[in-house]
């Protein structure tokens, strides 16, 4: 008899098949400008037809990625990006009909996943003034909850969550006995961490990806960490062969090559530090303590913006609505000081 699992037919999906490059992209939290051209030109003079040919081997960068945390390949598993991770834990750590709590508005993956596989996904809202209040989330933290989903910082919203605060909530999570997922996507832009309990203790886990400030996000590699037992069970999960070689290479050049991260680091935090100061200059309100994107209240009609942005400057931006006290706002990813001289340009001339 046919079946067709309703969990997949009623679930609703967004699949954006755009082409997007002959525009600049600040619109999906990527690196505008990539990794640089030289660096890129170096690494694939190393690809070689074998490296093509062949199933990719993840043990030696499972090691270098293993002595750059500073721990060993037990509590790391390699992932076609941090989706794919997310994905798995949901599957191994919670059952059908199982409660997860999350932090809204945030990557909507975590809703989408838990709406799949039949899972009971608890929301915890944002305040009006854009900030997170803890004992919210500890509040959804009921006996039943199975899983726990933090965002470090978070995306869209740009918080961060203090040391104080993040051992309150574990300690309710250890009391209940709930899995605590934190995804770091953004780590670097945001550089405090809570990878060491994920390293140091069962029950933690914690999601990075490399397609954000390594500007690999066309090459798809990420990790999961967390206590080797519960990495063992993600791995279980994971389908043949499901990181590619391409990404491993390009991965462990960055990490070994003198320079090329804090290069990286450093034209994001110019790039940064010029668009918070344009937008005070010019009276813009903005939110986003941490990540590479920042809201921002325009003065006029967001929705036009971004539709100028596209039709007129070959520019790609977000709106979002109801934003808090915010409203209707853009969403920017931020990127080299270069790319962020061109979109307060067009936002000068557009938002009016």
């Known amino acids: 008899m046919y079946y067709l699992n309703p969990n997949i037919e009623n679930l609703y999906r967004i699949f954006d098949q755009n082409e997007r490059k002959d525009y600049l992209r600040l619109d999906l939290n990527e690196n505008p400008g990539g990794l640089p051209e030289e660096f890129v030109k170096e690494v694939l003079s190393g690809v070689t037809p074998q490296l093509v040919a062949q199933y990719p081997e993840t043990l030696h960068f499972t090691e270098v990625l293993a002595k750059h945390l500073g721990t060993d390949i037990a509590h790391l598993c390699l992932v076609n990006g941090s989706s794919e991770g997310i994905r798995y834990i949901i599957q191994a750590f919670t059952s059908e009909n199982g409660r997860i709590v999350g932090v809204v508005p945030s990557y909507f993956m975590f809703q989408v996943y838990s709406e799949m596989y ?33 965002l ?20 309710t999570a250890k009391q209940k006995q709930i899995t605590v997922l934190i995804d770091e996507t953004y780590h670097y832009f945001y550089p405090k961490t809570f990878m060491k309990y994920a390293l140091t203790q069962e029950h933690i886990f914690v999601t990075r990806t490399f397609s954000k400030l390594f500007s690999m996000a066309g090459c798809r590699l990420g990790y999961v ?79 036009k913006i971004v539709e100028r942005m596209k039709q007129e400057k070959k520019i790609l931006i977000k709106t979002y609505p109801n934003v808090g006290e915010f409203g209707d706002c853009l969403r920017v990813t931020i990127g080299e000081k270069r790319f962020m001289e061109i979109f307060i340009s067009a936002l000068v001339e557009l938002d009016k």
């Not at 470090?152 to 300690?171: C, R």
């Not at 390009?250 to 090329?260: D, H, S, Y």
Request: proline share 6%; with cysteine.
């Open 118 to 150: 039949g899972r009971n996904f608890v929301k915890v809202p944002y305040n009006d003034d854009l900030t997170m209040d803890v004992d919210n989330i500890i509040n959804a933290l009921t006996d039943d909850t199975q899983l726990l989903i933090l």
């Open 225 to 303: 960490a967390g206590w080797p037992d519960g990495i063992k069970m993600v791995q279980k999960l994971c389908t043949p062969h499901n990181t590619n070689a391409f990404a491993m290479l390009f991965a462990e050049k960055i990490l070994e090559t003198p320079g090329v991260l804090d290069g990286l680091i450093s034209g994001f935090n110019e790039g940064r530090s010029y668009l918070i100061n344009e937008l005070d200059k010019l009276g813009y309100p903005h939110k986003g303590e941490a990540g590479n994107f920042l809201f921002i209240k325009p003065k006029t009609d967001a929705q």
């Open 152 to 171: 470090n910082p978070n995306n869209p919203m740009g918080n961060v969550y203090t040391a104080d605060e993040f051992e309150k909530i574990l300690s």
